[in-house]
């Protein structure tokens, strides 16, 4: 067992941390204040191979591992959730099921411009009546000759507006339940597909969250994602490596949190010495770091396991339920060790726990993660 | 067209912290980068390279470890990369430096050899320049805007208070200053390909074709009177604003420093 990364990854680190720095914590806290898409810098990341690192170069990828896109994924949420959830919705969800499920054609014409980071991707599953219970699909889609005709609507997706294509979920066959769910890849100007209401949140405030609204949308049958009546399948092996990404956005920002923490209570002074030097500060310190470590090793693990070929979804489940809590606590007491400050829109650590809340709820909320597990370990 | 780029490994010296007793650099757990110079003389090789297809090859003299640099060359982009190295260069003042790197890069074909104005860690200037006199080359130093032309090339050299067009034909060197352009990131599958599919030449002091007396220690003719610990003074910020502008920005300084 090696607990070292290898020299690539840890330039990778390098080269993730020089960029968080330089091109997205800047406007971390415009982003999250106007609400604002990061556009300039998901630009910048489409240059730099940064939305297709795990993806093979045959398909316009990076040729890198999944180890090396959670590390990304890390240290853009380590300076800005938001910019961490475009990516990883991009990556994770909008572009790997072409990769895992996609017929040659579809990755020549999708996944390629997607990993080349010529266009953006993004996943609709859940809808109103359809969150964790993902059978109570309302959407449809029946086949009309050499197209789909797609109807209903999906809520809570990631990078809507912005995206160019989308995984979409809708019931073919509603008697099958789970069975009769399948995938199609929606272009955005698709007749009859529209973007609806974007969604104002507690955190990611940036990211858009948006409605998307199908009314007779004509999808050609050669879009069709696997087969008809696998699209639960596509889904549930998109969010479990989807879940990784999280776990890393979790793992990032409490990282965030906690170097923020480190820098302000070297400098704090109260009673005449800095926050740092009396003992319950170091204590907490200790403990924050202690589960961002631990977070990490589980987030890394799932990540290997998926390089490696092995069964994740357990790894993946327990990373993220684990990392979103670690994400959760230490922001929280990172706002606490900050004062009234922490409470104050001048310090980044409130944003970032307002970020924090969401990783225990999207891609599967804690409880789902707790069902994973059990059922692994049970049965 | 061939391109050689003269790099070297520094420790970050805006993370270099002084020994509160001794006056010397705290060199331990100092990340290295590439001398900033030197990165902004890949970026041009690099520019040339897309305008161009010419070929571009990094080369440095250091400790194995400077591989590292050569690496993130690689990653971003240079076709081949070159490491000098050997217990016998250790020591090296500008010149042997120069010397040795001249013996090298006379082993390759070159249009064009960039290196950085100076580096970080020494601030001398020299080794560029000196490296065109061993190879009997035109050279141009601080060198902030490259045009290339049909077997010339027009160069922006920066002056006190102006700066000069030269017209300079190959083969010759340049020294790039930092200014020169903003360069690029490495991207992740550069850096996987950088460790996984290429290889660095590694040339001791049995490749070159070098006189023995001129290299390492020995080969130096500089020689160190003392060395002592700059006094440091934080540079001071000058600021040109109305008085109530002003205000705002040294209570919101203060505020910063939590001393308000």
Redesign the interface.
């Known amino acids: 067992m090696d607990f070292f990364l290898s020299q690539e990854h840890e330039m990778l680190r390098t080269l993730y941390k020089e960029f968080a720095e330089r091109e997205v914590k800047p406007f971390a806290q415009e982003v999250d204040e106007e609400e604002k898409f990061p556009i300039e810098s998901v630009k910048k990341l489409q240059k730099y191979g940064f939305m297709g690192i795990p993806f093979p170069k045959q398909f316009g990828g990076q040729g890198a591992d999944t180890l090396a896109y959670i590390m990304a994924i890390e240290e853009l949420s380590a300076a800005c959730a938001t910019t961490g959830v475009i990516v990883s919705a991009h990556t994770s969800l909008g572009a790997h099921p072409i990769l895992e499920f996609g017929t040659p054609e579809q990755k020549e014409k999708y996944l390629k411009p997607l990993a080349e980071g010529k266009l953006l991707g993004a996943f609709a599953l859940t809808e109103p009546n359809a969150g964790t219970d993902a059978a109570g699909q309302q959407t449809k889609a029946v086949l009309d000759g050499d197209h789909y005709i797609l109807n209903g609507s999906k809520i809570f997706i990631t990078n809507a507006g912005y995206a160019d294509i989308y995984i979409v979920m809708a019931m073919t066959d509603k008697s099958k339940g789970t069975r009769g769910i399948s995938a199609f890849i929606v272009e955005k100007d698709s007749p009859g597909f529209r973007v609806g209401k974007k969604e104002l949140k507690m955190g990611i405030r940036g990211s858009s969250t948006c409605e998307l609204i199908f009314e007779n949308c004509r999808v050609p049958k050669e879009n069709l994602l696997s087969k008809e009546g696998k699209g639960f399948k596509v889904a549930m092996n998109t969010l479990d490596g989807g879940r990784i990404g999280i776990a890393a956005q979790a793992l990032g920002i409490a990282q965030g949190a906690l170097d923020e923490t480190i820098k302000y209570v070297k400098e704090r002074k109260q009673f005449g010495r800095s926050l740092s030097k009396f003992q319950i500060t170091q204590f907490e310190i200790a403990d924050m770091c202690t589960k961002i470590e631990a977070a990490r090793m589980l987030v890394y693990k799932a990540a290997c396991y998926k390089d490696a070929k092995k069964p994740f979804g357990k790894e993946a489940a327990m990373a993220k339920l684990f990392a979103a809590e670690v994400a959760m606590e230490v922001t929280t007491k990172a706002v606490q060790l900050h004062g009234g400050y922490g409470y104050t829109r001048d310090y980044s650590v409130e944003r970032m726990m307002r970020d924090a809340k969401i990783t225990e709820i999207y891609e599967g909320t804690s409880e789902v993660q707790k069902m994973v597990i059990s059922a692994n370990v049970l049965n | 067209m061939k391109i050689v780029v003269c790099i070297k490994q520094v420790p970050n010296t805006s993370e270099v912290k002084l020994d509160p007793v001794t006056g010397t650099l705290i060199r331990e757990g100092i ?1 290295s980068i590439i001398n900033p110079d030197d990165k902004a003389g890949l970026e041009a090789a690099l520019r040339i390279k897309e305008k161009t297809g010419a070929k571009v090859c990094a080369i440095t003299m250091g400790p194995p470890q400077a591989e ?1 640099a050569l ?2 060359a690689l ?1 971003m982009g240079v076709d081949e990369a070159i490491l000098v190295t050997d217990r016998k260069f250790g020591g090296a003042d500008t010149w042997a430096t120069s010397f040795t790197l001249a013996a090298a890069i006379r082993k390759l074909n070159y249009d064009l050899i960039i290196t950085g104005r100076q580096a970080i860690d020494g601030d001398t200037a020299q080794v560029g320049p000196q490296i065109a006199e061993h190879l009997k080359l035109p050279s141009v130093s601080y060198v902030e805007g490259i045009q290339v032309k049909d077997g010339h090339l027009i160069v922006k050299r920066q002056y006190e208070d102006r700066y000069h067009m030269i017209k300079v034909h190959f083969p010759c060197l340049i020294t790039a200053l930092s200014e020169l352009n903003e360069p ?13 599919e290429k290889e660095i030449t590694v040339w001791t002091l049995e490749d070159l074709d070098v006189d023995r007396t001129q290299i390492g220690l020995k080969g130096s003719p500089t020689k160190v009177y003392k060395s002592f610990a700059k006094q440091l003074k934080p540079a001071g910020t000058v600021l040109t604003l109305d008085p109530e502008e002003a205000a705002s920005y040294l209570v919101e300084k203060l505020k910063e ?2 001393i308000l």
Request: hydrophobic letters at 25%.
């Open positions: 990340p590292k690496r993130e990653a690029r990131y490495m991207t992740p599958g550069g850096v996987f390909d950088a460790y996984r420093k939590h």
